[in-house]
């Protein structure tokens, strides 16, 4: 275990409202990733972090904010949810390899 | 932009049977990774493997890097086999971000 945490697991939200994922590491890596999970697609890279305060857009940007203030937490924020962002996110870290955290599902309705 | 192609996208198997997945990849990769994803939806990293191969119990893996493509064996499948293999790669000239394949969705029957 990599010591990756993401919170919460679960969530459910309604259109229109802003949401903050967390990602906790324990290791003092450098790379951060957030991928979102759909059916009938493999993960794909929403945004990722090479240190503190550097971030950079992945593929599925749009309608995603985040911020890396310190070294261990790296948050996801849904400025104001659509139901397109109903999806499995996970976090990764870069060390040896990637390693993902368990996954939040997220539920707009 | 990279390409990252798996094969099959569906596969059934009995118990005790061995299994290949197929992985290419369009360009010159850092990185190439192997995972299982269980039913419970966890991701479990199976192989770092850019080159060479490797084995782990009844899984092994190899990497033809200049061929571009990788396979993952499974030898005498057991029905926690089960779930989607996703195959993801580093490109060497896109930094450090891992690109994933739309995996395989393996069911091993008892």
């Known amino acids: 275990d990599a010591g990756i945490t993401q919170s919460p697991r679960h969530k459910v939200t309604e259109t229109g409202t802003p949401v903050t994922l967390r990602c906790h590491q324990t290791e003092n890596h450098r790379y951060m990733y957030w991928y979102r999970q759909d059916p009938g697609h493999g993960l794909r890279l929403i945004h990722y972090?090479?240190?503190?305060?550097?971030?950079d857009k992945g593929e599925v940007s749009d309608g995603y904010s985040v911020s890396r203030s310190k070294t261990e937490d790296f948050l996801l924020t849904l400025e104001s949810a659509t139901s397109s962002q109903t999806s499995v996110y996970f976090c990764?870290?870069?060390?040896?390899?990637?390693?993902f955290g368990s996954g939040t599902r997220l539920t707009v309705v | 932009g990279i390409q990252v192609e798996q094969s099959p996208p569906d596969l059934i198997l009995q118990e005790g049977a061995n299994s290949t997945l197929r992985c290419n990849f369009s360009d010159s990769v850092n990185n190439l990774q192997w995972f299982h994803q269980n039913p419970w939806g966890q991701l479990i990293n199976l192989f770092y493997i850019p080159s060479g191969t490797k084995q782990n119990g009844r899984l092994s893996a190899t990497t033809v890097a200049t061929e571009r493509y990788s396979l993952l064996y499974i030898s005498s499948s057991q029905t926690t086999d089960s779930g989607v293999y996703f195959c993801?790669?580093?490109?060497?000239?896109?930094?450090?971000?891992?690109?994933f394949g739309e995996g395989t969705q393996l069911t091993v029957n008892p």
């Open positions: 990764a870290i870069k060390a040896y390899g990637y390693t």
């Open positions: 993801a790669v580093e490109l060497a000239t896109s930094g450090s971000r891992l690109t």
């Open positions: 972090s090479y240190g503190v305060k550097d971030t």
